[in-house]
T-cell receptor
Framework: NAGVTQTPKFQVLKTGQSMTLQCAQD?????MSWYRQDPGMGLRLIHY???????DQGEVPNGYNVSRSTTEDFPLRLLSAAPSQTSVYFC???????????FGQGTRLTVV | GENVEQHPSTLSVQEGDSAVIKCTYS??????FPWYKQELGKRPQLIID?????GEKKDQRIAVTLNKTAKHFSLHITETQPEDSAVYFC????????????????FGQGTILTVHP
């Protein structure tokens, strides 16, 4: 049982480049979320999904897109990377919104 | 939307002392309050949670209290050990009307706890 798997673990992008952060879970969880973690600011919600085909914006959605075509996968797309998007990104999944959230190992992204 | 404030931002204690971290929330409809521990370079992991129909919950050296009227909840760690050193996050979320969950977990800013041997 792998849990929540994120790839890649590290990534360096040039300003203006695009990329997709992958997230997959094998626990049949309905809820999946993406957070970014910056020093002193906790975990801020970017986008979340309550099931396949349903997504919604979180606190800091600008510059990011998501889709949820299957229960297992929830990729996060950076459309045109900016230095302000340098951060550690975590994907999480849970059975419901009010149950334990399981996090992936994180992706450390640097935009230069 | 929900806003969660967490204090203090850093906390330093001697081994064996108690540590208390406090959080306040703004949305009176929030009904689920988990606490996560994040060790350096690792992912956050749930250590304890409490629901709005309970005032206190305890798990060995860790306890959480909830005051719905004042909209605040606290994490209490007794007999601290060096391995308790980590960043601790509080969070809040709520179920929707009719039992539908929103899946939207709002986190506090985190507390860096250092336990000195």
């Amino acid at each position: 049982n792998a849990g929540v798997t994120q790839t890649p673990k590290f990534q360096v992008l040039k300003t203006g480049q695009s990329m997709t952060l992958q997230c997959a879970q094998d626990m049949n969880h309905e809820y999946m979320s993406w957070y970014r973690q910056d020093p002193g600011m906790g975990l801020r919600l970017i986008h979340y999904s309550v099931g396949a085909g349903i997504t919604d914006q979180g606190e800091v959605p600008n510059g990011y897109n998501v889709s949820r075509s299957t229960t297992e996968d929830f990729p996060l797309r950076l459309l045109s990377a900016a230095p302000s998007q340098t951060s550690v990104y975590f994907c999480a999944s849970s059975w419901q919104g009010t149950t334990e959230a399981f996090f992936g190992q994180g992706t450390r992204l640097t935009v230069v | 939307g929900e806003n969660v404030e967490q204090h203090p931002s850093t906390l330093s204690v001697q081994e064996g002392d108690s540590a208390v971290i406090k959080c306040t929330y703004s949305d009176s409809a929030s009904n689920y309050f988990p606490w996560y521990k994040q060790e350096l370079g690792k992912r956050p992991q749930l250590i304890i949670d409490i629901r709005s129909n309970v005032g206190e919950k305890k798990d060995q050296r860790i306890a959480v209290t909830l005051n719905k009227t004042a909209k605040h909840f606290s994490l209490h760690i007794t007999e601290t050990q060096p391995e308790d050193s980590a960043v601790y996050f509080c969070a809040a979320s709520r179920s929707g009307a009719g039992g539908t969950s929103y899946g939207k977990l709002t986190f506090g800013q985190g507390t860096i706890l250092t336990v000195h041997p």
